[in-house]
């Protein structure tokens, strides 16, 4: 079981960092990722971090502003979000990949965010970017 919280209201330019707590697995085996849905729009994925955090993953547009991180002594996955944007204004989700794929493409490239991939997804979390 997964629940995301942490989210909020903020200005353009400001910073957040929701946090994404774990229950009832082995949580250092699995990686964990966020997921975001806008209204009106598909659900898409934002990070990814691999169960001993040593593999990361950011889709284009947060990177260098977003940065994903553990701490599996508390089962528990940040997501540290600055310089936001009103286009970063979703409900934001996090979930479990038991298989923890994003481990095998550690320095080849090419991982992908594919939602069947991850299970467990925990309730989602509103952050809302005021221009």
């Known amino acids: 079981q997964l629940q995301a919280f942490g989210g909020g209201l903020v200005q353009t330019g400001g910073s957040l960092r929701p946090s994404c707590v774990a229950s009832?697995?082995?949580?250092?085996?699995?990686?964990i990722g966020w997921f975001r849905q806008a209204p009106g729009k598909d659900r898409e994925g934002v990070s990814c971090?691999?169960?001993?955090?040593?593999?990361?993953f950011y889709t284009d547009s947060v990177k260098g502003r977003f940065t994903i991180s553990r701490d599996n002594a508390k089962n528990t996955v940040y997501l540290q979000m600055n310089s936001l944007e009103p286009e970063d204004t979703a409900v934001y989700y996090c979930?479990?990949?038991?298989?923890?794929?994003?481990?095998?493409?550690?320095?080849?490239?090419?991982?992908?965010?594919?939602?069947?991939?991850?299970?467990?997804w925990g309730q989602g979390t509103q952050v809302t970017v005021s221009s």
């Open positions: 979930a479990a990949d038991r298989h923890d794929r994003i481990q095998y493409y550690s320095g080849i490239g090419g991982y992908l965010m594919r939602q069947s991939d991850f299970s467990s």
């Open positions: 009832g697995f082995n949580f250092d085996d699995y990686a």
């Open positions: 971090i691999s169960g001993l955090g040593r593999d990361t």
